[in-house]
C-alpha cells in the first residue's frame, strides 16, 4: 500500500497531504503495539471547563494505558465510571489494562478519558490531538499520537443503542 | 366498575381532583410502566425553588400544564448526563406532537463551577426546549434531598469530579410523580413509559 503511494503524493499539494495522513490517523492509527482505533470527543459549548475522549484500544501483548496528554486541556486524567443502583460513580484510575489481542473500549460507560481544564472551547468537527503512553509487560514505553474527531455534545453512545 | 367507583369517590370529596377528573385526568395511585419505576406513590419535588438562566425563580408549578422531567448532573460530566439528555431530546423526538408537552429540566449538583449563562447553552445544544435550573449550595443540597438525589464530590488530582444519581424524575401535567427512569434504559423505552405518564395527565 505505501509503495502505491508514495509516487502519487508529489503530485499532491501539502494540504492535501495532510489531509489524508489526518484521515489515516483518525482512522486506524497503526504502530509497533497498540492500535488506537474510533478516537472522539464529546464537543464543548464556550465556557465549559472539561470534557471526555473516548476510543478503542488493542495492544498485541498484556500492556497498560498509563497516561494522556493534549494541547487542548490542562489537566488529563484516566476516569472509571460504574452504575449501581443507578448512582453513576466516577473515580480516577491509575492505569487501564490493555490484555493482549483484546480491544478495549474507552466509551461513556466505563474508563475513559477526561480533559479538564479546557484552554479552549471544543468545536464539533475539529480536531483534537492526543498523546497516549502505553506501557507493556516488559516495561517498555510507547508513545501515540493521534487525533480524535470531536462529535457534537449531544451524540449517542452507539453501544448503549440496543 | 372500579373507575365509576373512583370517580364518585373523588367527587363526593375532593374538588381539586374533580377538576383534574374533567380535565380527563385519571387519578388511578399505581401506574404499571414497562421499563421504569412507578413513583406515583412517592412525594418528591413539591417544595424546590430554583432559578433559571435569566435568574426568574423556578418551581414545580411554574411547569403545570406540561409533563417536566427532572434530571440532576453537572457540565463537566463526561458520560451519564450528555448521554441522558441526549436520550431525552431523542425521546421527545420519538413522541411526536406529544413531545411537545414534555419539558426537560436539568439541575446542576456542581452551581461552583456550572454558571448559568453556560448551562443554559449546554442544555439547549441537546435540545432548544430543555431548561437549566441551578441554586446556591444549600438550595442545590435541599433540592437533591428532597428526590433522594446522591451526589458527592470525588476528589481528582487537583480538581474534583462528582459521582450522583442518575435517575430522570417524571411528573404528569398536575405536578404529580409519577415515573423514574434509569440511565440504563433507550430513548424508545423511555418514550414507551413517557406516553403512559401522559395517558394518565
Known sequence: ?162 | MSTLYTRRTVLRGMGLLSLGLLAGCDDSSKLSFKYGKDLSDKIMGRNFKLKDAQGETRMLGSYRGLMPMIFFGFTQCPAVCPTTLARAAQAKKLMGRDGERLQVIFITLDPERDTPQMLDKYVKAFDPSFEALYGTLEETAATAKEFGVFYEKVPSGDTYTLSHTATSYVFESRGNLRLGLSASLTAKECAEDLLTVMEVC
Open chain 1, 1 to 162: 500500500m505505501t509503495s502505491f503511494c508514495v509516487p502519487r503524493i508529489k503530485q499532491l499539494g501539502l494540504k492535501q497531504l495532510a489531509l489524508g495522513l489526518s484521515l489515516i490517523g483518525m482512522a486506524w492509527q497503526v504502530s509497533a503495539q497498540t492500535q488506537v482505533s474510533d478516537a472522539w470527543v464529546r464537543a464543548t459549548v464556550a465556557g465549559q471547563l472539561s470534557t471526555g475522549a473516548f476510543m478503542t484500544l488493542q495492544a498485541d501483548t498484556d500492556s497498560q494505558l498509563l497516561s494522556v496528554q493534549s494541547p487542548v486541556a490542562k489537566i488529563v486524567q484516566i476516569h472509571q465510571m460504574s452504575m449501581q443502583d443507578d448512582v453513576m460513580n466516577m473515580g480516577q484510575v491509575e492505569s487501564v489494562p490493555l490484555p493482549a489481542g483484546k480491544p478495549v473500549s474507552l466509551d461513556p460507560n466505563g474508563y475513559h478519558v477526561m480533559l479538564m481544564d479546557l484552554t479552549a472551547q471544543v468545536q464539533e468537527g475539529s480536531k483534537v490531538p492526543l498523546t497516549l503512553v502505553v506501557e507493556n509487560a516488559k516495561g517498555e514505553k510507547e508513545t501515540i499520537n493521534i487525533e480524535a474527531q470531536a462529535k457534537a455534545l449531544g451524540t449517542m453512545d452507539h453501544s448503549k443503542m440496543h
